[in-house]
């Protein structure tokens, strides 16, 4: 009968006593313990290497801490970490935006990254709803890297297969509460992956000083304001135009006088020359002697067109002495960098009642703006309202800035299409100048998402302090 039963893992305890009944138990075979440990210790190396190929910086300064402690105890611990925050605060001092960027910056990026998204990841992400169920488990997207400025946090994630960025947009508001953020933006980065870009605090909330007037500037990145990550918002004049659309009170003139102002030490040294046409008599006038001084101003439409028709002759007499010679403009005394400045163009163009004149403006914008990219023209417009019919050649200005404008549609109009999903609200920029006037969304070259920005303000008094400083190399002239 007991031959009958067999089995696997079983085995009888032996018993000498014949009359005994079976104990049935699973057979144990002792590993030698040197076997475990060998193991264990296999395990605990690999474990080590890796904690080393992981986190070599830190692997480095404790080896040394070790080898400094064992080889002069406790002293040489001491004068180790003397010596390491004399080397940080020198560095800090002599090179503070080295020191930013590779200490510091990296540091609160990770502190940040750990205390308020790892800490919060799982269950934001759940609740949010960006985290799908397969085969009976919750999948997360992965957490990345943290970048974090004083005012944004940029935030990499790795999506879960099948997931796309706009699903993520769709619960962009949850994701923003559940961080404790006023906002949060999806990004696109590489194909599975996304930035959340959480901005924390409004860098843009107070007004923005006029900026200080740059000792050299590039007309290839004039600073004329803030933008949301804290940096200085550049514009880009040289080889382009620029369309500034913004309903009244939008800010338009403080955005045309932080180019003025970016742009004033190539003024006075001859290198710039700036046509201003101020057909509402408003904006421009003000500092009309700087003008005066450094190019040309108009404000009575038939002078407007005037000027710009003598514009258009110039610039094709430059067109006509670089044909065949050169291709590009490099600003000189004799030849110098033209700004065209256009304040409300739709005066000059949609509302303007004398159909001749209007032909006539239209027609020299159309011309500068074809031709005058290569030979050292630009224009720059300010105008309310958008719409095509307002402005026909909207489309040969390549650069625009959207500041507030009354209706959503708008933004594409300026911005391009997708600018408004993308975040570019302009309607809901608020009308209170304190808080909303010179903010504007803008395209920066080689990304598709707008930036929010604003442009600093240029108060009369900056603007007077201008105007003296241009009757002041007369002065300097006369003898003492
Ligand atoms: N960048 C700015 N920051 C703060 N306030 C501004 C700024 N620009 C303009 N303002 C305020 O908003 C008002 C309207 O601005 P303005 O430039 O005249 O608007 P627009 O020309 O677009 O109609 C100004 O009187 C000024 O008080
Ligand atoms: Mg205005």
Known sequence: MRKVITGEQVAQIYNRDPFALPIWRAPIYETPAAIIALVQLVRLLAWLARLIARHPVAATVLAVLVLAWLNVGWLGLVL??????????????????????????????????????????????????????????????????????????????RLVSGQSPADLAKCAENLAHGFGALLC??????????????????????????????????????????????????????????????????????????????????????????????????????????????????????EIAVMLESAVADMQGRAARFAGKRRDHT??????????????????????????????????????????????YSVVAALQDPRKDVLTIRNLFPDRIAMRLDEPEQTDMVLGDGARDRGAACELIATDPAIGAGVAFVRLEADPDPVRVRAGWVSDADIWDMTVQVARPALEEVPV
Do not use: N
Request: proline share 6%; net charge positive; with cysteine.
């Open 80 to 157: 180790l970490a003397a010596w390491a925050v004399v080397v940080l605060a020198a560095w800090r001092f002599f090179w503070p935006s080295s020191f930013t960027r590779w200490i510091t910056g990296p540091a609160w990026g990770r502190w940040r990254g750990w205390w308020c998204y790892r800490r919060r990841w799982a269950g934001v992400m759940a609740i949010s709803g960006v985290a799908p169920w397969h085969q009976g488990r919750v999948v997360l997207p992965m957490l990345g890297k943290v970048t974090a400025t004083k005012y944004t946090d940029r935030v990499a994630v």
């Open 185 to 302: 933006r999806v990004r696109t980065a590489r194909s599975g992956r996304v930035v959340l870009e959480f901005v924390r605090r409004d860098a843009l909330a107070a007004i923005v000083p006029a900026l200080p007037i740059p000792a050299h500037p590039d007309l290839r990145a004039l600073p004329v304001g803030k933008r949301e990550d804290g940096l200085a918002w550049l514009v880009r004049l040289h080889g382009t135009h620029l369309l500034i659309a913004g309903a009244t009170g939008a800010g338009k003139a403080s955005l045309l006088w932080s180019l003025i102002r970016a742009m004033f030490p190539l003024m006075r040294s001859g290198l710039v020359r700036v046509l201003a046409a101020d057909p509402k008599l408003m904006e421009l006038a003000f500092g009309r002697i700087i003008f005066d001084t450094y190019g040309q101003y108009a404000a009575d439409p038939e």
């Open 331 to 376: 600003p000189a005394v004799s030849e110098p960098f033209v700004v065209v400045l256009v304040d409300e163009v739709a005066f000059l163009t949609a509302y303007q009642r004398d159909r001749k004149l209007r032909e006539r403006i239209m027609a020299a914008l159309a011309t500068l703006t074809t031709q005058g990219r290569a030979v050292g």
